[in-house]
């Protein structure tokens, strides 16, 4: 650990330049609070798994590796070195909040917990407890708020606009409190953004395919703008990342540029991707309800029901003649 006069707290800071391998070196803070979260959630998923395959259910491969891959990734963007580097540069920092709010979230989603949590828990005794506690905190009023597509923009808008536009990046990220409480805000964000428009778990809201597009659609320039405004800036924007050791030969505005860079591109190909999956899932949707409806057509005689239904009904208007007369009377 090394003391320096930015930052507060029990906190790790680099000495070398920074490289690949020294931030992606396993150096845990003082105190690890999210990577430790990463691992017990790994820990409680995988336990979760394992319980339904040797009981002879069926669990999703895919899930379980997608959720998997969220967790290590929260732990390595937490607890390698580049959480030490985000203190120190712009651009590590910026990866950081990228990663917790685009990349971690639909990763931990897909692998689609809550549903493991009704199929796995054991309903007696404390399983039992948790089943109650969850199932009441969705139906409740508070996850339906918070879950509003509406929560969405205003939450984004906070995270990059209001953050660094409104200068409280720099107070925040000078004690270690703040830090964490930024990693942890970007993190809950993205999983409260990423939650409505891509999970398949039971939820007090359900969104149209239509209406999850239209919220991605919505929030993917927020990046791009923002990222913009960062490379156009000739000033630091965070006096803490103004000042980068001097043996290091960084320039910290171009440093910014970099992050901006990144806001602008690695913020919007997680988008991208989510965007995509949720067309797969929608043409899917509609080729089941196709195959679905033609298969009510042969066991009907090779017929539309609803649509004779309808045709029926207008062919007795068309005979009663308008308000009610005989046909051919005004």
Not at 142 to 155: F, I
Not at 185 to 196: E, W
Not at 240 to 260: H, M, N, S
Not at 280 to 296: K, L, P, V, Y
Request: glycine share 10%; aromatic share 8%; charged share 15%.
């Amino acid at each position: 650990m090394q003391d320096d006069p930015g930052v507060t707290g029990p906190v790790w800071l680099p000495t070398a330049p920074p490289s690949l391998e020294t931030m992606l070196a396993p150096t845990l803070q003082p105190v690890p609070v999210l990577p430790v979260l990463a691992v017990v959630l790994l820990v409680l998923y995988l336990a979760g798994a394992c319980r339904l395959w040797l009981r002879g259910r069926r669990w999703s491969i895919g899930a379980t590796i997608s959720f998997t891959v969220g967790c290590v990734v929260l732990a390595v963007v937490t607890g390698a070195g580049i959480e030490g580097y985000g203190l120190r540069l712009f651009s590590a920092f910026m990866f950081q909040q990228l990663t917790l709010m685009m990349l971690v979230p639909p990763l931990l989603v897909l692998g689609r917990p809550g549903t493991l949590l009704l199929r796995a828990t054991p309903h007696r005794g404390v399983g039992l407890l948790v089943l109650v506690t969850a199932r009441r905190a969705l139906r409740s009023r508070v996850s339906r708020v918070v879950l509003h597509p509406a929560v969405m923009v205003p939450l984004f808008l906070l995270a990059f606009y209001g953050l660094y536009l409104a200068e409280l990046a720099d107070p925040l990220l000078r004690t270690w409190t703040g830090h964490l409480g930024l990693e942890v805000g970007f993190l809950v964000a993205g999983l409260l953004f990423t939650v409505p428009v891509l999970s398949t778990d039971p939820l007090p809201i359900r969104q149209t395919h239509h209406g999850r597009a239209l919220d991605l659609v919505l929030e993917m320039p927020l990046h791009a703008f923002f990222g913009v405004i960062v490379m156009m800036a000739t000033a630091p924007m965070v006096p803490l990342f103004a000042a980068p050791p001097v043996g290091w030969e960084i320039d910290p505005v171009r440093d910014q540029q970099l992050a901006g860079g990144l806001a602008w591109s690695y913020g919007e190909a997680p988008g991208l991707l989510m965007l995509l999956l949720i067309a797969s899932r929608w043409q899917r949707n509609d080729t089941q309800r196709s195959r679905a409806r033609d298969r009510q057509i042969d066991r009907d005689g090779g017929a539309d029901a609803e649509l004779e239904e309808y045709n029926a009904y207008l062919a007795r208007l068309n005979a009663s003649g308008p308000s009610g007369a005989p046909p051919g009377q005004p």
